[in-house]
Structures are given as structure tokens and as C-alpha cells.
């Protein structure tokens, strides 16, 4: 059974940092691919850092430069090192995992929210 469960959201101020962490459970997860996901309230959830098993790394334009994705494959752990944090990064942000159409997971997500 696949797991993923992510903590670490919050508030913070506008400037601010926070670092999220997705544990994962149930697959090999130094080979399968990992990413982090977020939606705001109407809109579209939208892609927000990715990281291969070899390690690669992209990332959604509007985090470039203040996010930094993560991983720990000794803790089957994935991270999201935000800092430089906006108000327009409220989000629900999602662990995903996707090795096929067929073999796709998402975790639970954990609410992050920049306001003074």
C-alpha cells in the first residue's frame, strides 16, 4: 500500500521560510519519481518542483530561485525548502508520485499560507 503523508505547512509572513517533508511509504523510492503540487482556491493545481531518482530537478517558473526540492532516499523522504515566501504561494501543497498513467499517487496535503 503507497503512502504518502506530508507536514510541515503553516503561516508564515511574507519573507518568510518553511520547509515541507512528504514520508513515503510502499514504493522503491529512490527509483520513482517525486514532485510537489499546490493549489490555491480556484485554480488549477499546478506543478511546483519535480526531482527525479537520479536526482534531476525542475521547477514551476514562479518558484525558480526560492524553492528547493529535496530528497533523503535512507528516510524514503522528500522535501520542499521554501524560502522568500509571497502571499501568491497560498496553497494546498501535494506529494506526488507517478511512475505510469496507471501508477500515480498523491498524499493527503498540507495547507501553507503567506500573510502578515
Known amino acids: 500500500q503507497v503512502q504518502l503523508v506530508e507536514s510541515g505547512g503553516g503561516l508564515v509572513q511574507p519573507g518568510g521560510s518553511l520547509r515541507l517533508s512528504c514520508a513515503a511509504s510502499?514504493?522503491?523510492?529512490?527509483?520513482?519519481?517525486m514532485a510537489w503540487y499546490r493549489q490555491a482556491p480556484g485554480k488549477q493545481r499546478e506543478l511546483v518542483a519535480g526531482?527525479?531518482?537520479?536526482?534531476?530537478?525542475n521547477y514551476g517558473e514562479s518558484v525558480k530561485g526560492r524553492f528547493t526540492i529535496s530528497k533523503d532516499n535512507a528516510k524514503n523522504t522528500l522535501y520542499l525548502q521554501m524560502n522568500s515566501l509571497k502571499p501568491e504561494d497560498t496553497a494546498v501543497y501535494y506529494c506526488n508520485t507517478r511512475l505510469s498513467v496507471t501508477l500515480e499517487y498523491w498524499g493527503q496535503g498540507t495547507q501553507v499560507t503567506v500573510s502578515s
Open positions: 510502499g514504493i522503491i523510492f529512490r527509483v520513482w519519481p
Open positions: 526531482i527525479t531518482g537520479l536526482g534531476s530537478t
